[in-house]
């Protein structure tokens, strides 16, 4: 049997037909999934790290609040319960140095969050600041780190052994980064 010109032809466009939808496919999957690693951000963990060496603790508190949302776990918690320690840390620091100025800077950062703000400023006066704030970070971290020991209370254990070991390294200024077995 004689197989027409005409048939052949029609067999060779649907072969390549069929061989481009193919590799189409294949390669727009691949050119997705590749767009989906590009695409990812940055951990929210490195933000908040470099959040707290600015001194930017609004900021390093939703990071680790992000960083829960994406990936709960023991030391998720405890790295949130950690930046409000942080807070403290360098609230009691400023205090120490009776430096009220700075402690209202720190109240600014944290109440003011949008362009409203720059006409008109959410003042406190800094005494009254530096206990609003220590009040407030004190009862954030106890429920965080209560949630962290619901998870495990061995891990948390852990992971504060290590910020303790951290603290005692840099007693003076501890509240602006992470122990370095965090990985941040």
């Not at 430096?99 to 109440?111: F, G, I, P, S």
Request: net charge negative; hydrophobic share 40%.
């Amino acid at each position: 049997m004689r197989v027409s010109l005409e048939s052949k032809r029609v067999w060779a466009m649907k072969m390549c037909i069929g061989v481009g939808i193919f590799l189409l496919g294949t390669l727009s999957n691949g050119w997705a999934q590749s767009d989906q690693i590009r695409d990812l951000p940055i951990q929210p963990l490195a933000h908040a790290k470099v959040y707290l060496m600015a001194g930017d603790y609004r900021r390093a508190v939703e990071a680790c609040q992000e960083n829960i949302d994406r990936n709960p776990s023991v030391e998720a918690y405890v790295y949130l319960a950690y930046v409000y320690e942080a807070i403290d840390g360098y609230l009691g620091s400023l205090a120490k140095q009776e430096d009220y100025v700075k402690v209202e800077q720190l109240a600014l950062n944290l109440t003011a969050r949008d362009i409203l703000d720059l006409i008109d400023p959410p003042n406190v006066m800094p005494r009254m600041a530096q206990e609003l704030i220590h009040e407030g970070i004190r009862q954030q971290f106890d429920v965080t780190a209560a949630m962290a020991n619901r998870l495990s209370r061995t891990r948390t254990d852990e992971l504060w052994a290590q910020q303790t070991r951290w603290r005692a390294l840099k007693p003076d200024s501890w509240w602006t980064g992470t122990p370095d077995e965090w990985q941040w």
